[in-house]
């Protein structure tokens, strides 16, 4: 005789008896998260009907420390696949009146009808104690664990600590077990450090940080902690455990790297300093300050250059102190050397950023002024004369020396000559102030 299976007619409601009668709790949730269906077995387990979780988003089920489980959920969702219990993975759901109740939890992802949706079976858990082999294995991990575990009651007061604890703060087990944790204080954090830690676990939080502690011996270590809370079924903190790491010999290869690097950074600044006053000791005349004739046959170049392509004019002036030889002769090199700086001074009063003053010779000086028409140039050229043969200049030896200084201006004529043809024109009209008697200013531009 063969059996026959019920009509699909008579299948949905077989089905649905069979969900609502199971002894496990099952939902099953949409897309987004949301619950449409649930059996009675919640009724008993979680003290809710299953009308009124119908709707509801699934995270209302999951304790509110467990901020995660959203993002969890979604990752689940982009990549669906069975997932069995007894995965020893520790999950707790929120009772309704805001107890955690420990479960396992098996899911199914379902497709129906074109729809993605999913399974979850809660089972619960308490009263259910671990068999003497899993406690064992648990147990000897931890003691074999290679870095430090210190388990605490809520108060701070030690109750178990594994090996490498010891071996990390130097105690034996049973100098610390009954001690409370500030016996490893060093005294380096300020007491806001503990309250935030403190009230942190004490919200039932995980902290995780780098803690400066003493040793036995009264040596400090770095030491890297991440202290979990352990939760009772009344949902209160009981316990805490650290999980303990010394750092310091990172710590100190750190600072020792850090170190480095600023004497590098030392060095390479010294060295960058010292090249900038290279440069400047190659391109600056080391008396007056000004610079030299190398810079100038660089620099003057580049800026005939630019007003050839701007158009704009640029005036060139030869300078040269009168009589200079007869200065030093008469008062000594030590006079000569301050007339000159004198002479540098005046030159540098009123510069424009655009302007070149350079010492080119023993007293030659050449001063190039872009943008400048010829009539600004000589009234620039004039001003500098007046200025330098008012001024006195006081020797070491008391005496008080008045100098005078011929210059020639010329502008460079772009297209027709080279920049430099146009300072020999400037000291053409400069040798020609000396011959008109000196202390004067002459145009080289008829």
Not at 294 to 299: Q, V
Not at 399 to 410: E, K, Y
């Amino acid at each position: 005789m063969t059996s026959r299976g019920p009509r699909e007619e008579e299948a949905a409601p077989l089905f649905r008896a069979l969900f609502q009668a199971a002894a496990d709790p099952i939902l099953v949730v949409d897309g987004e998260g949301r619950i449409v269906l649930a059996n009675d077995a919640f009724r008993q387990l979680l003290g809710y009907a299953p009308a009124e979780l119908v709707g509801r988003p699934v995270e209302d089920l999951v304790p509110a420390r467990f901020a995660g489980h959203a993002g969890q959920r979604a990752e689940y969702a982009a990549d669906p696949r069975p997932r069995p219990m007894g995965m020893g993975l520790e999950i707790f759901a929120r009772h309704a009146d805001g107890r955690e109740i420990p479960v396992d939890i098996a899911l199914t992802p379902l497709v129906v009808g074109g729809e993605r949706w999913s399974a979850a079976t809660l089972r619960d858990l308490r009263g259910r104690g671990q068999g003497l082999d899993a406690l064992r294995i648990q147990a000897t991990a931890l003691r074999s664990a290679a870095n430090g575990i210190v388990i605490t009651d809520r108060t701070g007061t030690i109750t178990w600590v594994n090996p490498a604890a010891c071996a990390i703060t130097g105690y034996p087990a049973e100098e610390l077990v009954g001690q409370h944790t500030r016996i490893l204080k060093s005294g380096e954090h300020e007491p806001a450090f503990y309250a935030e830690l403190w009230a942190t676990v004490t919200r039932g939080e995980t902290w995780s940080g780098t803690i400066v502690n003493r040793r036995k011996d009264g040596t400090h270590y770095h030491e890297e902690q991440t202290i979990a809370p352990v939760v009772d079924e009344a949902g209160e903190v009981s316990h805490f455990i650290a999980i303990k790491q010394d750092v310091s010999a990172r710590r100190r290869n750190e600072e020792a790297l850090a170190a480095a690097h600023a004497e590098l950074a030392a060095r390479v600044a010294e060295i960058e300093s010292l090249n900038r006053q290279l440069r400047e000791q190659t391109i600056r005349d080391p008396l007056t300050g000004l610079y030299n004739r190398r810079y100038f046959d660089e620099a003057v170049t580049r800026d005939a250059a630019r007003a050839a392509r701007s158009g704009e004019p640029l005036a060139l002036a030869a300078l040269d102190l009168d009589e200079f030889k007869k200065i030093n002769d008469l008062h000594g090199h030590a006079a000569g050397d301050l007339v000159l700086r004198a002479l540098a001074r005046v030159l540098l009063e009123g510069l424009r950023v655009s302007d070149l003053v350079c010492r080119t010779g023993g007293e030659e000086f050449v001063a190039v002024l872009p943008g400048m028409p010829i009539e600004q140039a000589l009234a620039r050229a004039e001003e500098w004369r007046g200025r330098f043969a008012a001024r006195t200049v006081e020797t070491a030896g008391g005496v008080a020396l008045r100098c005078t200084v011929s210059v020639g201006v010329a502008c460079h004529r772009p297209g027709t000559e080279t920049v430099h043809e146009a300072l020999r024109r400037a000291d053409a009209a400069l040798y020609e102030a000396k011959r008109r008697g000196r202390n004067r200013v002459i145009s080289a531009e008829p």
